[in-house]
């Protein structure tokens, strides 16, 4: 670090609030600070997504609803599985989520398989074939009906999990850092940016 953002440290004074973090978690954020060296300062307010692990996840079938026939990308956060932090006490919005994620993916080292990001999407290469996964919190996808008067669903998930923190000015040099563990549960998308997956008639 140089001897300029060495002194910066000196004088701005950083609030941390922790929620459901780790110990190792807050070596995670401590190592973001210092190699992020304070560069997030230049907004009064910012969202990072800190990711720790990648698996992909097959859900198991499901009958399908045409009465509930809508399907988004899920948040695990406080062990309660939601659908945004915008009502959370984090208050990040789906936007700021998806622009956080996309943020941590662009400059990931972790994920060894990633092909691509997009700002609503990546790419990654699995054992079978290439696979593409919305990051996009504020879309939502359908199933179309099929010949079978009944039938079940299944699909992957792309399942990342890590801290997400937000960033705020207070007031002066001090800056407020809220910080939760979250499991983002990604959904997959086919070559028409429609969601990807498997039925069968019941």
Known sequence: ?????????????????????????????????????????NSTESVVFLPSDFEYKIENWKDFDGDHNEYHNLITYNDELINSLSETDLSISDDELTGAVYSSLVNNEKLHDLISVFSNRYVVRTDRSTRVFTIDYAQFYYIENTKCDKFQVQYTRSVIKGLICKISFATGLRYTVKCGSVVLGLLPLDKNGQLEYETRCT
């Open 1 to 41: 670090m140089s001897s300029i953002n060495t002194l910066v440290l000196v004088f701005i004074s950083i609030n941390f609030i922790f929620t459901t973090v780790s110990t190792k978690d807050c070596d995670t954020i401590s190592n973001f600070f210092i190699k992020n060296n304070l560069m997030f300062l």
